[in-house]
């Protein structure tokens, strides 16, 4: 029931309705309010309902709206018989007869706009049969019937027509297009066939050229009926092997079954399924019954309030009562006889429940199995229509494995993952507790500039580090964007030249080859000239056919017009009162806003001014303090103390800095002198390595001058 109520509620939120309601003011709806709504909603769907229901008596409102849902073929739940009692609760406007309307015409609202629109042309007159013997009366009713079966022909044409996606404007466009190519390919082919004539055995050259194209085509055919064949003798080998192998599962089968065997199986199998058949499914059903029945009941009671639930409480607790003093008799009266009898009953019952639970699992696995068995099915049609390869057992194994070594390193990244992000947590913490600090600092450190009289200064000497910073950043950038830039160049230079010295043998060969290609085209152009005369004239054709379409569908939109100026004469009204409320609304949600904002921004600035007077009393208590560790607590003095370090530190610097200017030139010098004399000490270790070589060569040249002497 909720759902129904929340169903219909955004159905009327939205377009065209648009009446924003919620579950609680739409259930709180009065009958007349409710039954103007369903007027609405039926007004949408035909708008002659268009009206107020209280200008109307209520006898003529029913038989309007009983008119109309009758042409909708709406069926009322419960007694279809019972039409007196459906009557007087849409009179009533009560909330079980009119909720199951609303959301019946809500989920059908297209559907039930066209059919109304087609009722009005489509309902057959009655005539009397004596009416019809009358010349006239009988070619008039003949003739109405005609005109019905026409105007059915016609719509389904003009529902072709919306739904085929063509207009003709756009067919029009494009035979505007398909005539300017048109009268540019004409003109190519008659400067084409002037370059043709020139040429001698043109004629000879295009029966060469269809020839080569009907061979190409010829080609790529056997190669594809080749490329099916392969998938085709593929899927019957595999088809084979599964043959084979259901072949020997079979036979394993029957070697190992004897007609005893079979027998006992086929028996314990009808055991099961007439137990199945004639004691298991029969209580499953009645139970089902039993639930539908109860649910049906629930479902058609009233719903119920506070009164009616704490009776039905007392009830249940008067029952369980009398049903623990039942409980109490039997046991005072029981006899020796029926606690013999409760044993068996008891080893019975547990019986039966095992029977019972092995049944279900016995269904449970029969449906597994059938389950498994489509699948197998589903998976091997689609392998035999793929043509791909079935997975075996080895290869089943070896996926399984990789299957788990993959999901414990799986475990094993999201286990570091998660302890990265508690990290992270943590890391996010304290940058969130460090930048509170800093903020109260910051707020600190303005306070005290604005007493002293040099507000901004900090801000002033961050900037200029932060400016400093981003210079040099930009002269580095600067630096290594050059570099890039020229070694860029040089490598573009290098490939320019390496490409033009391989492509110059190319351009040659294309040059040759260029003229040949040209005739071609030429041969192939005269054809696609032929083609696309014929293509236009069959567009011309089917653009003769759209306009005596057009012609047709013209008539009917007018209809259409008239129609949809009604309505939108009808809705403008209606939009208007809309618009205003809807504009009281929103200067009242404005004005509420607006409030609240006000409120909660006195609220925040009054924490804010608290907190503030807070600190400077713990600020003022600290600095009037006697004791110099308090006073050493104090903000002020400790930056006071940072700031005289930082001062002491900068002058520091400064002065390291200026003896780094002054000693620049003559370290600059000393750099050279060493370099020099280094490049000095080099030259001279290679001369004295070249003059140790010579002398060793002199040495070989003498000691084999020697030996030949010897020799």
Known sequence: MSEQLRFIVEQLNREPFKKSFNLITFDSLDPMQLLQILNDVLAEIDPKHAMDIREELPEQTIRRMCALLGMLKYKPPGNPSDVSSFRQGLVSGSTPVVHPILHWLLQRLPELKKRAYLARFLVKLEVPAEFLQDDVINDTSHQYEELVESFKTYHKECELLRTSG???????????AMEEEKDQLIKRVDRLKKRVDSVSNHQRMLDQARQLRVEKEREESLTHQKQEQ????????QR??????????LRQAAADANPESLMKRLEEEIKINSYMVSEKLPKELEVMRRSVQYLQKISSEPAMGQADLQELEDKIKEADSQINQLIEKRMMRSDPMDDKLTLYRQQASIIMRRKESKAEELQE?????????????GRSQAQDSEGGEIIRTDELKRLVGKLRGKSVMHKKKRQEVSEL????????????ILKQRHETVQHKLQTMEAEKGISGYSDTQEELERVSAIKSELDEKKGRTLDDMSEMVKKLNSMIVDKKSALAPIITELRSLRQCCQVLMCCERNILGFLLLSITRALLLLAFQTR???????????????????????????????????????ALRDDTSQEENRYHYINSMSEVIEKQIQRAAEEMKAYVSSDPQEKKKAIREVYMKNISEQELLGKKLREKQKLVRESHSANMEQMKLWSDLHTLMEAKRQSFIQSQSQTSIGRVIQEGGEDRLVL
């Open 421 to 432: 992000r508690a990290e992270y947590g943590v890391l996010q913490r304290t940058e969130e």
């Open 166 to 176: 063509f207009s003709t404007a756009e067919i029009r466009r494009d035979i505007g």
């Open 230 to 237: 392969k998938n085709q003798l593929f899927q019957a080998e």
């Open 365 to 377: 696995a029969r449906e597994e199995l059938a389950s498994a068995e489509r699948d197998l099915r």
């Open 240 to 249: 084979l092997q599964r043959a084979k192998q259901q072949l020997k599962d």
């Open 548 to 586: 005596e379409t057009a012609v047709k569908t013209k008539e009917s939109s007018q209809e259409y017009e008239e129609k949809k100026a009604q309505y939108e004469s009808c809705t403008a009204g209606l939009e208007s009162n809309r618009s205003k409320l809807d504009q009281e609304v929103k």
